[in-house]
């Protein structure tokens, strides 16, 4: 089944750190620029992070710069997201993306053609 799988959700306290896993089946032969979004209840899914194939281009929403980083292993299949100082403003579900296209790293949920289901991130104050 060509469909990514995040781990590495759970339920943190203000100011804490999470990492979050992503990785890509043997059926997914080869994936370009991948990307973290993340969507809260009632909210549209939202850019949180992408990175190129290389790993060497990464993108940021403003919300997370210089609190999250995003990185990958490509001989592993995974991108990981390492999130710290983590705000109430951080709980959602986070989805991996990826897509084989040779693309720049995008904010774009329409450039992704893969997906996780998500999982769940919830920051108390």
């Known amino acids: 089944q060509d469909e990514l799988v995040e781990s590495g959700g759970g339920l943190v306290q203000a100011g804490d750190s999470l990492r979050l896993s992503c990785a890509a089946p043997e059926s997914i032969s080869l994936l370009h620029a991948m990307a973290w979004f993340r969507q809260a209840p009632g909210n549209e899914r939202e850019f949180v992070a992408s990175?190129?194939?290389?790993?060497?281009?990464?993108h940021y929403a403003d919300s997370v710069k210089g609190r999250f980083t995003i990185s990958r292993d490509n001989a592993k299949r995974t991108m990981d997201l390492q999130m710290t100082s983590l705000k109430s403003e951080d709980t959602a579900v986070y989805y991996c993306a990826g897509t084989g296209r040779r693309i720049l790293p995008s904010a774009r949920v329409n450039d992704f053609e893969y997906w996780g289901q998500g999982t769940q991130v919830t920051v108390s104050s």
């Open positions: 990175i190129s194939g290389t790993g060497d281009i990464t």
